[in-house]
């Protein structure tokens, strides 16, 4: 069994075959149709589609004018591009720990973290769970620092009853096959602030900006380049994939809540291990459904991941602790206990498998089989 799977039927294929069929098939009317239900539906002003959320979060810093010499504080626990962002402008990464029971960034160890230098806060609302925005907003207003929502896996997930992307200053989404909704590959960046969605515009198409000196109607028109840009656009192909799945939003997110609060419920008699964790106000979208082993340390886990491999069942672990990586822990110096719950959140998560369509046979296949390992490799 697969951890995940894409919820593709035969809207995908009409949508595509429609693009084809009407000759354009880079970033155009069928992208822009996209970025508007995006938009609409999580409640910002400007969504522009680009390659991928890696972009998007590149897109971010540069668009917030980051550059060497500033500090951005990331999540220590976190898919690695939440901090490779920063090092892309040249910005110095500066690690927070996480709650070990949400994942997701401790907004006191956020705190702790800020210095004169520091200019932007790298936001992850981790495996689809919302972080917690209203504490995160006041920390960033008082210092007056930037925030970007990695919200790479929180398509559709709300906090306090608001979609995610447009709490900060810029969000960032992804369309990768793991995710809610996905295009293949693919990402969005949303802001409600004109200037950042300029700039984004802009850095998206080679610097490309309208050149007012000659009316665009005139076949010898072209545009301004005052500006060192990228080619991140999208393409039509993505979008038509992207509209057909933006119609099943709904019923994605319903799907994978249903199968999550089924795997509460199956798991909820097993004493070492803990379930994902919500905040009040912090919506889930459940991209990822990730347990935690309480005894027997990482070893055990491991053991219990093969286990489960043995039985055709796919797993992963949760994610990476960043600072321990080996680029971040060589440039910096770090040491491993110095952010030990993004450590232990390393060292002891289990992904399980959670996508729609996913039946309860399939959840108690995957629960049988998790029993079993944690038997057979008991704590000692």
């Known amino acids: ?157 709300t906090y306090n009853g608001q979609p995610v992307g447009g709490l900060g200053d810029i969000g960032c989404f992804s369309f990768h096959p793991r ?17 950042l969605a300029e700039r984004l515009k802009v850095l998206r198409n080679h610097g490309a900006s309208p050149n007012r000196d000659i009316e665009a109607t005139k076949p010898y028109y072209m545009g301004r380049f005052d500006h060192l840009g990228f080619n991140l656009r999208f393409s039509d192909i ?27 419920v199956l798991l909820e008699s097993i004493a070492d291990i803990a379930t994902p964790s919500i905040s009040p106000m912090c ?16 070893n055990r886990r491991n053991a219990i991941m093969e286990a489960l491999a043995e039985d055709g069942i796919q797993t992963r672990p949760g994610t990476h602790a960043v600072h321990r990586l080996g680029y971040y822990q060589n440039k910096y110096n770090l040491k491993a206990e110095q952010y030990p719950h993004a450590a232990n959140a390393e060292d002891l998560t289990i992904t399980l498998p959670i996508f729609p369509g996913m039946t309860d046979s399939d959840q108690q296949l995957v629960v049988n089989s998790l029993k079993a390992g944690l038997r057979k490799h008991s704590a000692m």
């Not at 099943?248 to 509460?264: E, G, T």
């Open 179 to 195: 995710k809610v909704i996905t295009t293949g590959e693919g990402g969005m960046v949303t802001t409600n602030h004109g200037e």
């Open 238 to 264: 993505q979008a038509a994939i992207g509209l057909a799945q933006m119609a099943k939003l709904n019923q994605l997110l319903s799907d994978r809540i249903s199968c999550a609060k089924q795997y509460n």
């Open 283 to 298: 919506g889930h979208s459940y991209q990822s459904y990730v347990i935690r082993i309480l005894e027997g340390g990482n």
């Open 1 to 157: 069994m697969q951890i995940t799977s894409p919820a593709f039927d035969e809207q995908e294929i009409l949508m595509v075959k429609q693009c084809l069929d009407s000759g354009w098939v880079t970033q155009g009317p069928m992208t822009r149709q996209f970025e508007e239900l995006f938009q609409q539906r999580h409640q910002v002003k400007y969504a522009l589609a680009t390659t991928s959320c890696t972009a998007a979060l590149h897109l971010a810093v540069m668009a917030l004018q980051l550059q060497p010499g500033d500090e951005v504080i990331v999540p220590a626990f976190t898919w690695v591009t939440s901090a490779h962002c920063a090092e892309y402008v040249g910005a110095k990464v500066v690690f927070a720990d996480v709650e070990i029971d949400t994942f997701n960034i401790d907004p006191v160890a956020l705190e702790a973290a800020i210095t004169p230098k520091t200019k932007a806060v790298v936001v992850v609302h981790l495996f689809g769970l919302a972080a917690r925005m209203q504490e995160i907003l006041v920390i960033a207003q008082k210092y007056n620092i930037a925030i970007i929502e990695d919200a790479a896996c929180a398509v559709g997930t």
